[in-house]
C-alpha cells in the first residue's frame, strides 16, 4: 500500500477526489474496487495532514443503452432515454432505474467503510444551472471538440457535429438526438431514427435553449466538466478508460484545452475477474456488489481489492471454488506477520500498511487488530456444520484462553460469513456431514497400507492430541511418511474414516474440529476393521 502513501506525500494543498458510476443494471461486485481505491486514497491524505473532500457521483443523465434488462415491452419506449427518467424496474419505491439500481450499490459503501462527504446524482445537477456555462464553452468551442476527437482518439465527426445531447421534448430520448447549429442561445436538434443501432428516435427536430436541464454534454466532457466544477484533483479510472486515446485522455484534453484547467491526478486501476472473464453492469454479467457483501465480510472484502496494486489485475472465483477461504486466509497471515508473528511463505513488503488500511476504522488500534485470535474460516466452516457443537466454546478452548470482546465480535462475524459461504459459493465437498453414528461402511475399501498409516497416526497423537488445523496437519504428513503412503492415499484413507467418501476438506482441519477422544477413536476403530466387518459395523450415512 506504499502507493497511497507515496501519493499522499506528493501532492500539496487542499484535495477532492472523485469518482462516478453510470448505473445501467446491476452492480457487480469488480465496480467495489475504485470506491474502495478511493478511500484509500482519502485516508492516506488526511493521515498526511490533506484537508481532502471524498465526491462519488452517478451519472444517470447518460442513455438507456442495456436492452437485456429491459422486458421486451419497455424496450422501444426505454432505449435511449436517460436512466434517470426511465422507471424503476422492481417497482420498489425509487424514483427510476438510476434511482434503484445505484441506490444498490451506494447501500454497501457504509458497510466497508467509505463514507463519501457527498453524493451527487446529475440528474439533480443538470436543472439547476450549474452545467450551464460548460455546455455554453463547449458549444463556442465545438470546432476545437472536434479537433481534439480527431488529433487524440482518431474520433472523426462532421463539421456540423456539436459537443451536446438534447432530451427530446417529444420521445424524452437522448441518446437518438444530434445538435448541428448553434446561434449563442438555442441549439438546432434532430431525433434521428437511425442515429444509434441501439434504439429508435422518433423525428423531431427543431430549436430550442439547452440550459437548465434541457440537454447534457457527451461523456467526455460531462466528465471534463465535473472536475471544473467540483475543482476535482484526484480521479482514480478503471483500465479501460485509461487506455491511449480512450476517454480519460480526450476528456484531459478537453479540459486544458476547452475548459482551460489542469485535469486531475488519475491513479489507473484494473479489472476484478470472475472466472477469467471481465464483469459487465450494463449486460448484467458478474456477481452482484451487494450479493458478494453480504458473505463477506467488510476488512476482506477492501482487502480482496487492497492487497495487488491498483494497477495488478484480481482474479476472483467465489462460486464452487475455495477462493473464500484463501482469502480469509491470506488476511489473516497479513494479520499475523503485521503482529510480527511468524509466517509460512513470503509476505509482501507493504502488508502492514495492506492490513491498516483493509480496516473498517481508519482510526483503528491496529497492533491490537493484528494481535486479535481469529480462528481460521475453512476450520470455522466444519465447525459450524458438527451438531451439537458449541462454536464458541471449541474455538477458545483452541486459543487457549478467554476471548477478548473484540475476538468474539470477529468470531460472531466470521460464523455468519462461513454459514452465508456453506448456503451460496461453497463447493461441494465443504459441506459435509461426519459419520458420528459409526465407521462408514465405504470404509470397507481402506487398504492394508492405509490402515497402518491410520494406526500410525491414532498412536502419534493420543498422547497429546492436536489442537489446531495446522498441527493435526503436520502430524498427517508425518505418519503418511514413517508409513511410506503417498499423501493422496492418506488423506483418502481419513475421508473414508470420518465422511464415507475418498474427498473432503482440509483434513486437518476437520479433524481439528471434532472432539479429540472420536477422532483418535475413530482412527484406531477404522485401522481395527478389515473388508466385510466394516460393512457390518458401519452405520447409515
Known amino acids: 500500500m506504499d502507493w497511497a502513501d507515496e501519493l499522499a506525500s506528493r501532492v500539496s494543498g487542499p484535495q477532492v477526489v472523485n469518482d462516478s458510476k453510470t448505473?445501467?443494471?446491476?452492480?457487480?461486485?469488480?465496480?467495489l474496487r475504485g470506491p474502495v481505491i478511493l478511500d484509500v486514497i482519502t485516508r492516506a491524505l488526511r493521515a498526511n495532514g490533506h484537508e481532502t473532500t471524498l465526491l462519488y457521483g452517478v451519472d444517470d443523465m447518460d442513455p438507456m443503452d442495456a436492452q437485456a434488462l429491459l422486458t421486451p415491452d419497455a424496450i422501444d419506449r426505454e432505449m435511449g432515454r436517460p436512466l434517470a427518467h426511465v422507471p424503476d424496474p422492481a417497482g420498489d419505491g425509487h424514483s427510476s432505474y438510476a434511482r434503484h439500481f445505484a441506490g444498490i450499490f451506494i447501500d454497501v459503501f457504509a458497510g466497508l467503510g467509505i463514507?463519501?462527504?457527498?453524493?451527487?446524482w446529475m440528474s439533480d445537477i443538470y436543472p439547476t444551472g450549474a452545467m450551464d456555462p460548460y455546455i455554453r464553452l463547449a458549444l463556442d468551442r465545438a470546432p476545437l471538440v472536434r479537433e481534439i476527437y480527431r488529433r487524440v482518439a482518431n474520433v472523426q465527426h462532421p463539421d456540423t457535429w456539436h459537443p451536446l445531447g438534447v432530451v427530446c421534448p417529444t420521445c424524452g430520448k437522448v441518446g437518438t438526438t444530434i445538435v448541428t447549429k448553434w446561434d449563442g442561445e438555442r441549439v438546432f436538434f434532430e431525433c434521428r431514427a437511425d442515429l444509434v443501432t441501439w434504439a429508435r428516435g422518433c423525428g423531431t427536430s427543431g430549436w430550442l435553449s439547452p440550459f437548465s436541464g434541457t440537454a447534457k454534454l457527451p461523456w467526455n466532457l460531462e466528465w471534463a466538466a465535473q472536475w471544473s466544477l467540483f475543482g476535482v484533483t484526484i480521479e482514480p479510472g478503471g483500465k479501460d478508460l485509461s487506455t491511449a486515446g480512450g476517454s480519460r485522455d480526450r476528456s484531459d484534453a478537453i479540459a486544458r484545452e476547452v475548459f482551460e484547467r489542469?485535469?486531475?491526478l488519475n491513479v489507473p486501476y484494473e479489472f476484478l475477474n470472475i472466472g477469467g472473464k471481465k464483469m459487465s453492469t450494463s449486460k448484467g454479467h458478474g456477481a452482484a456488489a451487494h450479493a458478494?457483501?453480504?458473505?463477506?465480510?467488510?476488512?476482506q472484502l477492501r482487502f480482496l481489492f487492497l492487497r495487488p496494486r491498483p494497477n495488478q489485475a484480481i482474479e476472483f472465483d467465489p462460486d464452487g471454488t475455495d477462493a473464500v477461504p484463501r482469502l480469509f486466509d491470506e488476511f489473516d497471515r497479513f494479520a499475523a506477520a503485521t503482529a510480527g508473528r511468524e509466517v509460512r511463505g513470503e509476505i509482501s513488503p507493504g502488508h502492514e500498511a495492506t492490513f491498516r488500511y483493509s480496516l473498517l476504522d481508519?482510526?483503528?488500534d491496529v497492533p491490537a487488530e493484528a494481535a486479535a485470535f481469529r480462528p481460521a474460516f475453512a476450520h470455522l466452516a466444519l465447525v459450524v456444520q458438527i451438531p451439537g457443537v458449541d462454536v464458541a466454546a471449541r474455538i477458545e478452548a483452541e486459543k487457549g484462553s478467554p476471548l477478548t470482546v473484540r475476538e468474539v465480535a470477529i468470531l460472531d462475524e466470521r460464523v455468519a460469513a462461513a454459514?452465508?459461504?456453506l448456503e451460496t459459493y461453497a463447493p461441494e465437498h465443504a459441506r459435509l456431514t461426519v459419520r458420528h453414528d459409526g465407521l462408514p461402511h465405504e470404509a470397507a475399501a481402506l487398504e492394508p497400507d492405509q490402515r497402518a498409516f491410520l494406526v500410525a497416526l491414532a498412536e502419534a497423537v493420543a498422547t497429546t492430541v492436536p489442537t489446531t488445523g495446522e498441527a493435526w496437519q503436520d502430524a498427517i504428513f508425518t505418519a503418511a511418511t514413517a508409513t511410506a503412503l503417498p499423501a493422496g492415499r492418506a488423506f483418502a484413507a481419513l475421508y473414508l474414516t470420518f465422511l464415507g467418501r475418498t474427498n473432503g476438506p482440509r483434513a486437518g482441519w476437520l479433524l481439528a474440529s471434532l472432539d479429540p477422544a472420536f477422532a483418535v477413536g475413530r482412527l484406531r476403530e477404522a485401522a481395527a476393521a478389515v473388508g466385510a466387518a466394516a460393512t457390518t459395523t458401519g452405520g447409515a450415512p
Open 362 to 364: 481508519p482510526n483503528a
Open 115 to 120: 463514507h463519501p462527504d457527498r453524493y451527487y
Open 23 to 31: 448505473p445501467s443494471g446491476t452492480i457487480h461486485v469488480g465496480s
Open 262 to 264: 489542469e485535469p486531475p
Open 292 to 299: 458478494i457483501a453480504e458473505v463477506i465480510p467488510s476488512e
Open 419 to 421: 454459514r452465508a459461504w
